[in-house]
């Protein structure tokens, strides 16, 4: 063995990997006992100010170092917050951690308690002036933010807006628009109701005057009410 140089130099290569595999293996047990604390917390994305605040105490009561801190702890400590409907959290060598927060976008108040976002999420934030207001069954939330942004599209080329939207607990739903307009769309067929409020709101608000009250639960037409008047007129019903 001596003697072959060629083994001699393999040997050696060997005792030198093993040699290193047992330096790294070291380190690394030494570092993952919190050795190498992290320093800094990185969030991105904390647009409000209940975020922004938490963001800026990230360091507090982090436990482990770099190698040993539980991201998925992390991650969800950030996602209990109020504003925030998911984080991602990172590792970035040697001594930080990269938090990437997607924040709720608000659609409308939910219940006068809380907010709805885009996506049909309610979330735990006092809603703010200037909302539209929805009234409805928690279990409804996903599907009242669907029809909420369907509506929304249907009424954005006649200039209005919604303002509130009440459903009651069999389903059934009204809207009260910016302009003061209340529209009653019943449980059936909202698609097919709104489309035909439409269709016909320019007609016969120019043929009836400015409207108060519009009651689509007609198979074939519409029932309105002028502004001024107490009065009712039926168009087509059935």
Same mark, same amino acid.
């Given at each position: 063995?001596?003697?072959?140089?060629?083994?001699?130099?393999?040997?050696?290569?060997?005792?030198?990997?093993?040699?290193?595999?047992?330096?790294?293996?070291?380190?690394?047990?030494?570092?993952?006992?919190?050795?190498? @604390?992290? &320093?800094?917390?990185?969030? $991105?994305?904390?647009?409000? !100010?209940?975020?922004?605040? *938490?963001?800026?105490? %990230?360091?507090?009561?982090?436990?482990?170092?770099?190698?040993?801190?539980?991201?998925?702890?992390?991650?969800?400590?950030?996602?209990?917050?109020?504003?925030?409907?998911?984080?991602?959290?990172?590792?970035?060598?040697?001594?930080?951690?990269?938090?990437?927060?997607?924040?709720?976008?608000?659609?409308?108040?939910?219940?006068?308690?809380?907010?709805?976002?885009?996506?049909?999420?309610?979330? @735990?934030? &006092?809603?703010?002036?200037? $909302?539209?207001?929805?009234? !409805?069954?928690?279990?409804? *939330?996903?599907?009242? %933010?669907?029809?909420?942004?369907?509506?929304?599209?249907?009424?954005?080329?006649?200039?209005?807006?919604?303002?509130?939207?009440?459903?009651?607990?069999?389903?059934?739903?009204?809207?009260?628009?910016?302009?003061?307009?209340?529209?009653?769309?019943?449980?059936?067929?909202?698609?097919?109701?709104?489309?035909?409020?439409?269709?016909?709101?320019?007609?016969?608000?120019?043929?009836?005057?400015?409207?108060?009250?519009?009651?689509?639960?007609?198979?074939?037409?519409? !029932?309105?009410?002028?502004? *001024?008047?107490?009065?009712?007129?039926?168009?087509?019903?059935?």
């Amino acid at each position: 063995m001596w003697n072959k140089p060629e083994l001699l130099t393999r040997l050696a290569n060997w005792l030198m990997l093993v040699t290193l595999l047992y330096a790294l293996l070291v380190t690394v047990r030494h570092y993952a006992d919190g050795s190498l @604390p992290i &320093r800094r917390v990185d969030v $991105l994305g904390a647009n409000h !100010a209940e975020t922004r605040q *938490a963001a800026r105490t %990230a360091l507090q009561g982090l436990q482990g170092g770099f190698f040993s801190v539980n991201l998925e702890q992390v991650r969800q400590g950030y996602e209990a917050l109020p504003w925030v409907k998911s984080a991602l959290v990172r590792k970035v060598w040697p001594d930080r951690l990269v938090v990437e927060l997607t924040e709720h976008v608000p659609a409308a108040a939910w219940n006068a308690q809380a907010m709805l976002d885009v996506h049909g999420e309610v979330f @735990p934030v &006092r809603p703010y002036a200037g $909302l539209p207001r929805i009234y !409805a069954p928690d279990a409804m *939330a996903l599907e009242v %933010a669907h029809r909420y942004g369907e509506f929304a599209r249907l009424l954005a080329p006649m200039n209005l807006k919604i303002d509130s939207v009440q459903v009651s607990a069999r389903h059934a739903w009204r809207l009260r628009l910016a302009n003061g307009l209340v529209v009653e769309l019943g449980r059936e067929r909202l698609s097919e109701r709104m489309r035909r409020f439409v269709a016909t709101y320019s007609l016969v608000e120019a043929k009836a005057g400015r409207l108060a009250y519009v009651d689509l639960r007609y198979p074939n037409g519409l !029932a309105v009410r002028q502004e *001024a008047h107490a009065g009712q007129a039926d168009a087509g019903k059935a």
